[in-house]
T-cell receptor
Framework: AQSVTQLDSHVSVSEGTPVLLRCNYS??????LFWYVQHPNKGLQLLLK??????LVKGINGFEAEFKKSETSFHLTKPSAHMSDAAEYFC???????????FGPGTRLSVLP | GAVVSQHPSWVICKSGTSVKIECRSL??????MFWYRQFPKQSLMLMAT?????????EQGVEKDKFLINHASLTLSTLTVTSAHPEDSSFYIC????????????FGDGTRLSIL
């Protein structure tokens, strides 16, 4: 069975400082992992995905994530936060053979001026 | 790109009304579409998975007679909330996925449903 843990329900950073959103997963198979962002009253936008290629994945808007199998982690980072990054972020795991997603509970990112 | 259009974005209607929500993949063929429900400040809850041309697979606890799903073509799926009641008020989001392993889901912008 797959599961996803996002350790922080809320992260607050100042504009221009680094962002770290943590995600740990459990999976019986070699999973695919995704990060999505959701702005208020909007659907989800794909930031990046890991599908067993390079362990360091670069996404849109300056975000990147590193897959660490030994730590079962897929943390999302960005060197410098922008006000427009304030949103809800979801880490998602999917078994490589299947199609259903398992969503983490989400982390709300606040960016302070 | 992979654009998914969801319509309407916001619906307000009286109790007992049936409401249809459309989900379209605009620039790709979606062999599988998903319907989610999201409560305030919570993650997405999968309601059902539908493959084009076949019956939807509903998650445990989701009433199939209440939430009718049709996936008649590779670019369109509809969710009909029948005889809606205030407890059905929620944010409903669809997603669409191309055929093949490791394909991401592409999400619509969601529909805010308010039942008075």
């Amino acid at each position: 069975a797959q599961s996803v843990t996002q350790l922080d329900s809320h992260v607050s950073v100042s504009e221009g400082t680094p962002v770290l959103l943590r995600c740990n997963y459990s999976s019986s198979y070699s999973p695919s992992l995704f990060w999505y962002v959701q702005h208020p009253n909007k659907g989800l936008q794909l930031l990046l995905k890991y599908t067993s290629a390079a362990t360091l994945v670069k996404g849109i808007n300056g975000f990147e994530a590193e897959f660490k199998k030994s730590e079962t982690s897929f943390h999302l980072t960005k060197p410098s936060a922008h006000m427009s990054d304030a949103a809800e972020y979801f880490c998602v795991v999917s078994p490589s053979y299947g199609q259903n997603f398992v969503f983490g509970p989400g982390t709300r990112l606040s960016v302070l001026p | 790109g992979a654009v998914v259009s969801q319509h309407p974005s916001w619906v307000i209607c009286k109790s007992g009304t049936s409401v249809k929500i459309e989900c379209r993949s605009l620039d790709f063929q979606a062999t599988t579409m998903f319907w989610y429900r999201q409560f305030p400040k919570q993650s997405l809850m999968l309601m059902a998975t539908s493959n084009e041309g076949s019956k939807a697979t509903y998650e445990q606890g989701v009433e199939k007679d209440k939430f009718l799903i049709n996936h008649a073509s590779l670019t369109l799926s509809t969710l009909t909330v029948t005889s809606a009641h205030p407890e059905d008020s929620s944010f409903y989001i669809c997603s669409a996925r191309r055929q093949g392993d490791n394909q991401p889901q592409h999400f619509g912008d969601g529909t805010r449903l308010s039942i008075l």
